[in-house]
């Protein structure tokens, strides 16, 4: 635990200097852009980032589906956890949806995946899904406002203050990852774990996960690695530092991506 | 030359009262949608582009079709399309202004519309569309108006008019193409992931825009005393049956790549469009009756008869019309989201007010052209009178 713990404040330190830190905080400070929301609603800007040090951080996740397996339940700990960090409405229609982390069978989250008589595993494990934080993430390519944009350390951060509604990065996602505020979604709230901290969004803009950015600024693990307690079903950091708890997760186990043919390299990476 | 639009007949004025009670009809649904977001639609986190997106794909076709009558005479000197010109020009300048309408209906923060300017993102191809169709409405009006000015004054056009219609031409061809790459592009959407979609599109888009055109002029013709001319009718029919000759091949290449190679990802949205995918198949009577309508069409054009005879052939253009319309202002779109990144299959109903947009703003297209056309028409029959 307490290697997890100073590996965690490492990366926070360097995700930091990435992309939110001095450089991001001065230039916000001489544009006179500065507001306390700001930070967590818009991440840095992306000019910003690209100023920031080079400091090669690639930042990604291994879910180890056998906890998840062994612990049901778990993954739903994990979604209320992100869901009540990040002000996420609820709303009891497909339609209107919003997600950012949430379970499904193995045949919808790797779909290109072919069995015959597949082992009892995969007929019974639901699979969290949350955005892949991709290294060449086909949303930020198609996004005309640059809204959304690429961090540094390789989180694939959301401006919502930016964002004009065209949801061409939804068409974009091959994960179908990102959710659009169909309507006002603050009625929809759960006001006895509302999230001071956290900006809510206003209608008509998309959202998604963030890998949890406003935490590890702080210092903290990401909530559904948090949530996931000493577990390891979830394991979070820098995959370039070969040092790292997440390293070692890559070195020792057989993962798999998401549609990995589609050249998108996402970073979430699943042991089954 | 405004002034033209301002006089006309009682049947004028009762076809632009229909219009605005169509467009305010629209603006009264817009305003609802505006208060309470985009959910007053049917599109869902599955299905996240509609019938909006639709309309604006099919209508960039309308707008880029304006080239099939303005290349031949000015880059062929073919002297029977000199009257139709300006038609042809004016209908892309209606059709782009309902384009950029449908776009700004679909935004989810319209007031920020603005931002893909002020953050231009050159790897964005929505970035580069805004560019293409903006420029593009710019040259068609621009190019209209000075030679109508020109043919009012009775002077041959000025010179250096040339080389925007020059440029108009190619420019055309490129308004279809970038908006074909707003889909062909996106990984994981494999209806759309295919090389032939712009050819696709520019192939349905020289079919339904002529055939379009057939109709305004003969329509036209009924209505006031300006007559196109049967030899140019003719040719644009002629323009019209290889153009839908050609889509056909192309939409077959579809189906047989995707049903030889046998990958899923190809088959599922064909299958789900036009025989239904796991026991859903929303879409398929839709897809069934543009294919049933488009062969009826390509043998009326096909058949002298049927070709030559003035009704007969106004029903074979409402019918091809009809046909690309259902393939591009639904299915393509809409087909494309089906299955999602996730498999599933979501079904999309347009909601009322979603409805009444649209026709809100194809009112709003065709009073653009109503007017257009007024004042173009005024100018002609000055000179046929004098
Ligand atoms: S998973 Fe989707 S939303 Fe996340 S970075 Fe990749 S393409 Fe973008
Ligand atoms: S919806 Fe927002 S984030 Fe998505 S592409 Fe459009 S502007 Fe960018
Ligand atoms: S990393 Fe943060 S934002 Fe992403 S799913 Fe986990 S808790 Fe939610």
Redesign the interface.
Known sequence: MDIKRRQFLKIAGLSTIAGLGAPAAFNLLLKGESSPVSFASSGSSPEASQEAAPTGVRLGMVIDQNVFDAYRGLAQKCITACHTVHNVPKFDN?????KWIFE?PY???F??KSHYHKNEQLHDSSFP?LCNHCDNP?C????????TFKRKDGIVAMDYH???????C???????MR??????PRPFIDKTTYNKEFPTR?????EKCNFCVERLAKGLQPACVEACGNSGAMVFGDMNDPHSEIRKKLAENFTIQR?PS???TPSVFYII | MLEKALTGSNRYWGWIAVLLAFMAAGALSYVQQYN?????TG????V??GVYIAQFTFLVGVAASGVMVVLPYYLHNYKTFAKITILGEFLAVASVSMCLMF?LA?????L??L??L??P?P?????WD?IVLNVYLFLNIFVGWVVLTAEKKDVAPPKWIKPFIYISIPWAVSIHTVTAF??AG????HFWLTAILAPRFLASAFAGGPALLILLCLIIKRVTKFDAGQEAIQKLVTIVTYAALINVFFVLLEFFTAYYSNIP?HMHTLDYLFFGLHGQGQLVPWMRVSTIFGIIAIVMFLVPATRKREDTLAIACVLLFFSLWIDKGIGLVIG??VP?????I?AYHPSFQEIMITLGVWAAGFFILTVLYKIALGVKEEKMVS
């Open positions: 497909p339609k209107d949806e919003i499904v045949e919808k989250a779909t290109a899904v086909p930020v390519r198609a996004c005309p406002t640059k809204a930016r964002c004009i509604g065209c949801r061409f939804m068409a974009a996602c091959p994960y179908g959710s659009f505020n169909w309507r006002d206003m209608r008509g803009v998309v549609k589609l050249g998108t | 309470y977001g985009l959910g007053l599109m869902s986190r599955d996240s582009w776009i679909d935004l989810g923060q319209p920020r519309a931002n893909v002020l953050h993102t790897n964005s191809i929505l970035f805004m707003l889909y996106l990984p994981g959407r990802g494309g989201f999602s990144p996730l498999e599933e979501t």
